[in-house]
């Protein structure tokens, strides 16, 4: 195997560099994350880190207890996830000085600030901020394990390091089980890397990841494990679309999702170092790398023959891809498309900062709904909408009983947590949120205490729908209505509920008040509560 010797800790000007364009563009991510309203996702983790546990329905629990971390404002909320970017930048600059001198650290850096995957992925707050973290260091701790001598102490330090690195992927993500999958391959495939199962550290490595897996795996356990299954079925499950038609547009998605996480032509870089990665003969350590890269591609290839694969599911493969580049540039090879490739890559970032702080997209003609970020916008404007429908559920005709308490839902959780963070925000956190689940799939407020358990008889709920093309009072009533009515003694409809920002409007719902719960709850579907503390 070749030894890559380490650069001197002289530190020179490319290292220097490389170190600042890392902090600048950490600097310009904490910017971003004060500017830019919460999604409907790091809401629904918000509400998870105020019930902190070591597992939730969707995900293990790491992006929770990151989110805890902060305050109560999308620059709180979003601190870790932009700390664990700088400190997965940090890793992956170490891992490329490591293999290729200061100059790939440099070229590192700029394919970590230029990448739209980074732009995006380190800003929010979701559990691939840790995921990519926990991973960067497990690449970084494997490379110097088995640049160490065997059975060194230093190789058995970084096998311990990589282990409980490894452990905090798999609390962040389930899918980081296909890195270590892929490291053992790689030991066990190519000669110079099979003598490491003869010492200890592979083995420490794999004992310290269970260790720091072990709540979550407790906690599944005690909880019919709900996430495995979730997670399995979410991405292996039955494909609601068969045939070779719809199995093509799944994988042409999932091609030009990577293109659109890594830029065009940075995607095309990646994909040629991995392939040239694995034919390498003289370097077992590249191949270790290329062989992690296609790994996970070829997974995530599989996963598409059977569902739709989001764009960031497959995104671990680009780390080791960073560094195969990286280390290719420093060598002077393909110089010129690197240059173009970080072009593009910075105007693709760029134009993603401008839209998320701007709302670009809709002002150019793209209908909102189709535009991710505008999502993130205008619950202040529900919140304001919804409070002024609670205080008409609080209010009664002569001779009605008053309502013991009014508590506010939506049908999916995505609005659900945006409610509660809304109405958090406007001081209104002793009104209890929930998800009514009932046209959408499981989630976590199933596991949380449910409404009927919650709430009391004579209780009014004001439920918010959406309201196509503001329908109004001609329409019929939504299919939840239609489901809960049995449950109320009357159901009036609200005020429209217009969700508006920067002047455009971006949703329309409506507030349904439900007066006077009687008890009981529709079977196929039961509540949960997601109160504020």
């Known amino acids: ?31 971003m994350a004060a500017l830019v309203p919460l999604t409907s996702d790091e809401a629904y983790y918000w509400e998870w880190s105020r019930r902190l546990a070591a597992g939730y329905f969707d995900h293990p629990p790491a992006i929770a207890w990151l989110v805890a971390l902060g305050g109560d404002s999308p620059l709180g909320i979003r601190f870790g996830s932009v700390l664990a970017g700088a400190l997965a930048g940090v890793a992956l600059l ?61 190789s058995l330090r970084w096998w311990c390091v990589a282990g409980v690195a490894i452990g905090v992927a798999m609390l962040s993500k389930y899918t980081a089980v296909l890195i270590p999958a892929a490291i053992a391959l790689s030991c066990a495939a190519y000669t110079p890397l099979r003598q490491r199962f003869r010492e ?22 005690t909880h019919d494990w709900m996430a495995f299954a979730f997670q399995l079925g979410h991405g292996l499950g039955a494909p609601k679309q068969a045939g070779i038609g719809a199995v093509l547009q799944r994988e042409l998605n999932l091609v030009g999702g990577q293109m659109g996480l890594a830029s065009p032509i940075l995607f095309g870089l990646f994909i040629g170092a991995i392939w040239r990665a694995l034919r ?39 780390l080791p891809a960073i560094l195969l580049v990286s280390v290719e540039a420093a060598r002077g090879a393909r110089r010129r498309w690197m240059r173009a490739g970080l072009w593009l890559g910075g105007a693709l970032s760029v134009l ?61 959780y995505q609005e659900a947590a945006q409610l509660a963070w809304g109405l958090s925000r406007a001081g209104l956190d002793s009104i209890g ?101």
């Open 352 to 412: 993603v900062y401008v839209d998320a702080a701007s709302l670009l997209a809709p002002r150019l003609g793209l209908r909102p709904g189709r535009d991710p970020v505008s999502k993130a916008y205008g619950w202040d404007a529900v919140a304001s909408s919804v409070r002024d429908a609670i205080r008409l559920g609080l209010s009664v005709r002569r001779g009605e009983p008053a309502p013991q308490r009014v508590w506010v839902a939506a049908d999916r």
């Open 94 to 154: 170490r891992t490329a000085r490591r293999l290729g001198g200061d100059e790939a650290a440099l070229w590192a850096s700029l394919i970590f600030a230029c990448m739209p995957l980074a732009a995006a992925g380190y800003v929010l707050a979701t559990p691939d901020a840790p995921l990519f973290c926990a991973l960067a260091w497990t690449l970084h701790a494997v490379v110097e394990a088995l640049e160490a001598p065997a059975r060194s102490r230093a």
């Open 280 to 318: 390498q003969r003289d370097d077992a350590l590249f191949r270790l790398l290329g062989t992690i890269g296609v790994f996970v591609l070829a997974f995530f290839a599989w996963s598409a023959t059977r569902k739709n694969v989001e764009a960031n599911w497959p995104a671990s493969a680009w």
């Open 433 to 533: 949120v929930f998800s009514t689940n009932l046209g959408g799939r499981r989630n976590q407020y199933d596991v949380w205490t449910t409404f009927s358990e919650r709430a009391q008889e004579g209780d009014v709920l004001v439920l918010i729908l959406d309201d196509p093309e503001g329908a109004g009072a001609g329409a019929g009533e939504p299919a939840p209505i239609v489901a809960l009515a049995p449950y109320f003694t009357r159901i009036d409809q609200g005020p429209p509920v217009v969700r508006t920002a920067h002047g455009l409007v971006l949703g329309r719902q409506r507030a349904w008040l439900l007066r006077w719960w009687r008890g009981g709850w529709p079977g196929h579907s039961t509540p949960s509560l997601s109160e504020s503390r």
């Open 200 to 221: 200890p550290g592979p083995y420490a490595a794999v004992a310290l990841a269970s260790l720091v897996l072990a709540p979550n795996l407790w906690w599944n356990a």
């Open 1 to 31: 195997m070749t030894t890559h010797t380490a650069a001197s800790p002289s530190t020179g000007q490319p290292w220097r560099r490389a170190l600042q364009v890392l902090a600048l563009g950490t600097v310009l991510r904490f910017v």
